[in-house]
């Protein structure tokens, strides 16, 4: 009974989420939902990459949490449309989530849409949201055992960004045994080492995402 009630509402969530897709499509609208574990540095990699893209390209952002708007303020501050989701409680944003906000985002002035998940190893990446990719960051603060325990999310996503790299001197992680790790569960993901406190890396990330939608 439980794997019925499961399934059905995945199937459910598969369908709203081709029904996001085609909105986005249809505006013409790339669409990265980005996961990662609370504290990796999501809305910080945002800020970053919003400061190197500003100018380029249009930019707007889901933010997705299970309550605050601390996050969707930062990002507003950089002067992008931007839409707060507050869960409640749910562990992810699902397509229907997504699909109640979306007369809330210019989405023809849009060329570009991040969807920052709710913080979780897990959940998200069950969850098709419309996204084009999933990208997912993961801190070395977290340690290297993270692909191997939390396999789902590294094989969903497109690009891993490695964070705080800068503290690579203070903690005992190996960041090759990530690379690795990962690469051995999903070997097509492109891998950045990133520090969004130095700016280490965000070049890289950033012309990356610029050949996306060239």
Not at 111 to 119: A, M, P, R, S, T
Not at 146 to 160: D, I, N, R, T, V
Request: charged content about 25%; glycine content about 8%; aromatic content about 6%.
């Amino acid at each position: 009974m439980k794997f019925k009630v499961a399934s059905k509402i995945l199937d459910a969530n598969e369908r709203i989420a081709r029904e996001n897709r085609k909105i986005f499509s249809d505006a013409g609208v790339y669409v990265i939902n980005l996961m990662s574990s609370p504290g990796a540095g999501k809305t910080s990699l945002l800020e970053n990459t919003i400061k190197g893209l500003k100018g380029g390209m249009g930019l707007g952002v889901i933010e997705g949490d299970i309550m605050g708007t601390d996050d969707a303020v930062r990002i507003e501050n950089l002067g992008v449309p931007v839409v707060q989701i507050n869960t409640g409680g749910a562990c992810h944003l699902d397509a229907n989530m997504i699909n109640e906000v979306l007369g809330d985002l210019p989405l023809k002035d849009i060329d570009i849409l991040f969807i920052e998940n709710v913080g979780n190893l897990v959940c998200p990446a069950e969850f098709k949201v419309g996204e084009d990719i999933k990208v997912m960051i993961l801190s070395i603060a977290e340690g290297h055992d993270k692909p191997l325990k939390y396999p789902l999310m590294f094989q969903e996503s497109s690009a891993l960004l490695i964070n705080k790299v800068d503290l690579k001197p203070f903690l005992d992680v190996n960041v090759e045994k990530i690379r690795r790790d990962a690469l051995s569960l999903n070997p097509s993901v492109k891998i950045f080492e990133v520090s969004c406190r130095t700016g280490e890396g965000i070049d890289q990330w950033i012309q990356w995402l610029q050949t996306l939608t060239s």
